[in-house]
């Protein structure tokens, strides 16, 4: 009786040994494969800003159009950073055609949850092709109004910068679905003004001192003709109209010039800006 104890102890203590051996080298394989894992997110990921470092220059020096080279940028940034934690997971074991076959029903089920984000990455392959606007261009979309000068056009958003240094994201599916007005698409722009003048004003003195104003204009463009003319009879001033062309980046000084020009010219020949007035009579 006493042999039989010893016997069925020394196999349990044999199965039991056997059993922590197996369990030991197991654990330290999977802290070895955890390290080396995690060794290749940390080199792999560092890789990868240098991978894109040197594609930017590559694409500066090719001299690529700005919005692809932003677009494939951010595309390159996504695609590098997935393929480092594909390898570092099929490290701990996990196979790669497990790994395809989740990411397969992830991204079903994520298009499924996601169509606006997916929406976005279409609209900016869509800006990509057709090029209704370029980096540096100052646009503005017109179903809710925002503008500014086009920063970058990412998979997702297109940057803008306002007037003001603000920066505002757009989704691409809005800038591709929505109507776009391009201010510097055009290599010329046309000024139209309007300018208040009294009833009483001669009008062919007025369109003389707003020609010779025009004339004095630096911006102005020789080659196409200065219009002057009477816009519209308002209850308080006749409406004088101005019609000229500049080049685009000159729009803004030049409006801005022209306008507090007429202003020093209509007070050396007293003619008058009327402004809206209320006349009280009291009759007693």
Known sequence: MLLETTSIEKMAYSLAYEYLGKTGTALLDFIGNLFVAILILVIG????KYIVKICVKIFEQSKMDPMLQSFLISFLKIALKILVFIFAITKLGIAASSIVAVVGSAGLALGLSLQGSLSNIAGGVILLLIKPFQV?????????????????????????????????MIPNGNMSSSSITNYTYQKKRKIDLRIGIGYHDDIRKVKEVLFHVLQQESALLDEDPIQIFVSEYKDSCIEMGIRYFVKTEDYWTSRWRVLENIKYAFDENGITIPFNQLDVNIIK
């Open 45 to 48: 990921l560092r890789l990868s």
């Open 136 to 168: 540096g261009d100052y646009i503005k979309e017109d179903s809710t109004g925002k503008e500014g000068t086009v920063q970058a056009i990412g998979i997702m958003y297109t940057r803008l910068l306002s007037v003001d240094n603000k920066t505002i």
